[in-house]
């Protein structure tokens, strides 16, 4: 089911730019606790949280770009559970795709290892992402991209 419209609320650059610092905040602080808690060293945790952070940062902008370019092309518009699901799916996939070779580097470690605590963190960062999106969506409004023309 597809949300109402809403006011056009927060929109363009400094959508982004408040989105991407309010979560990958809260990234940092959880992958580096995340970390520990599957069995590395917090010095090392911290370190790759903000390497990982950093990654996440440049894919986030480039995913979600071209996402929302996706989604105004959409003649349903909205944000659907399905649509959201979708966006949570690709983001945190694309993300595991890049983040696990360095892992296995940086924690010296097999690439099933690093793939098994990026297993862990994406289980995490699934519903992390999925719950981010609607409540900074209720909080600033949806993307022109998602909402109905009126």
């Not at 809403?6 to 610092?21: D, E, F, K, M, N």
């Not at 995913?63 to 944000?79: D, I, L, T």
């Not at 959201?84 to 690709?90: E, F, P, Y």
Request: net charge neutral; hydrophobic share 55%; glycine share 8%.
């Amino acid at each position: 089911m597809s949300e109402p419209h809403q006011a056009s609320g927060l929109q363009g650059p400094w959508r982004r730019v408040i989105y991407v610092t309010i979560y990958e905040i809260v990234a940092i602080i959880a992958s580096s606790l995340l970390f520990v808690v599957i069995g590395q060293q917090p010095g090392e945790s911290g370190v790759m949280a903000v390497v990982a952070s950093a990654v996440a940062v440049i894919w986030n902008v480039s995913f979600n770009s071209a996402f929302e370019w996706w989604e105004a092309r959409q003649s349903v518009k909205g944000r659907s559970i399905g649509r959201r699901v979708a966006h949570a799916i690709g983001f945190e996939g694309g993300l595991a795709l890049i983040l696990v070779p360095v892992m296995a580097w940086w924690f010296g470690v097999t690439l099933w290892q690093a793939l098994a605590m990026e297993a862990a963190l994406l289980v995490f960062f699934l519903v992390y992402t999925y719950l981010f999106n609607w409540v900074f969506d209720r909080f600033f409004g949806l993307p022109a991209s998602a909402q109905t023309l009126v």
